[in-house]
């Protein structure tokens, strides 16, 4: 399903098509696009990630409010007063304070990690050269590909299903040191490098797999602050030419009143507030979760029973199942709550109608060994649910931190387990598609073999 065209002064197709944009979001078609002032806890920066960097090149020049195309064209800033031999490289110098900081989520903003928590955007393009947002990247995934306009070797994807992995793409380059034997690496910070990368996409990615792709995409953009002509460019680049559907919501750009035509007269939503774009995003996503648990659900292909400390763990296992089409139990509200007193009999019942079991096991549940949670109890209904039934009735999952089964079995309660054939591993990849693809396929042999 396509949202439909949206106009910005018909609230009921706005309306269309917001809630077809959530169904894009949950069927992985949409792709982020965070710029500067969307990445950042500008309680850590005062501002923004890159006015904190332009206060410290202007410390070092003795100078007040000069942009990055500013201090590269003055002498106080080239000319160390210090060293008279020395000139110093304007994007040298922006490395040099990127890499003097170590940065962990809580240097990023309470959105960007909010919507990358979803684990539903694996696919963003940053418009930014700093780490900040492949920082949440990381902390959701763990590995993720990185991919850079000026990397020949990795400024492409193979085909659509890369959109898949979880990716960020460095549109402008990245900060970073070179390599031995390389010059510094090249990112866009002043007016002439913006100039120079516009004709690096024109030449190099004409050709490009990734730009065939992404004209079939919706575009989320939060918070870009590039001149009007360099983000009407983007734009044109990725979603093509003014005759196709453009897709796409942008919040947090302080557009002029022509960029703002040009995005309407392409079908974009415009929103001035990232921050409740956002909110509004996640409402609506929690929304049509919470709708799905309003009754417990029986006979589902797939039990997941997991610690909490494992949610997002759980959650990317979830997006993989159901994204094969597979009914699955996940207990991410609280039943407690909502079913009263009867939700152990509730996840008994569940879990004995349910195709396969899935435990999480990571570190997480050896540390725990102590304490009473419910999934101890899940297994145990599990076990005794199906002990004795065939193999593929149960189906444990393996995760996190290298777990060993053998060695854990009796500090955690697995001795059954282990002791049996009636167990599977997932791979190290934290990412489970293939592993969701497999599972399918047993759980049609399962439901074959009853029909028969």
Known sequence: MRAKQIAKDN???INDG???FIDEIRNGNVLLMIGRA???????????????????????AGTKNLDFSDLNCDNRFLLDTKDHNHIRNLHEEIIRIIEENEYDESD????????????LFRFVFTTSFDPLVETAMRKQFGEVRVM???DIKNQDILSKSDFEIPTIYYLFGKAMLPMENEKTKKFVATDNDALEVLKKWQLDMTNSVLLRYTEDKYLLTL?????DWLFRFIWYTLKGDSGKLSRGVIAGHEQSESLSHYLKMNNILIDNNANELVAKILNALNEEDNNKW??????????????????????????????QGLKVWYDKVNLGGRHGGKFKEIIRESIDTSTLFIAILSQSISIQAQDVHIYRKEWEWAKDLKWGLTADCRCFATFADNYDIYGKKYTDGLGWLSDTDNYMFSSQDPYFDEWAKDLKSKINEIKSHGRS
């Not at 850590?44 to 202007?58: A, Q």
């Not at 990023?108 to 684990?119: A, E, K, M, Q």
């Not at 918070?223 to 001149?227: D, L, N, R, S, V």
């Open 11 to 13: 609230n009921r197709v």
């Open 18 to 20: 917001f809630r077809a």
């Open 38 to 60: 969307f990445e950042s806890n500008t309680t850590v920066f005062n501002g923004d990630f890159y006015d904190w960097i332009t206060e410290r090149l202007n410390e070092l």
């Open 108 to 119: 990023v903003s309470d959105g960007l990690l909010s919507l990358i928590r979803t684990g």
């Open 148 to 150: 850079n306009i000026y």
């Open 223 to 227: 918070g870009c602050t590039q001149k």
């Open 294 to 323: 309003e009754t417990p659900q029986t006979y589902c292909d797939v039990f997941i029973s997991y610690s909490r400390a494992d949610a997002d763990i759980a959650l990317r296992l979830y997006n993989s199942l159901t994204s």
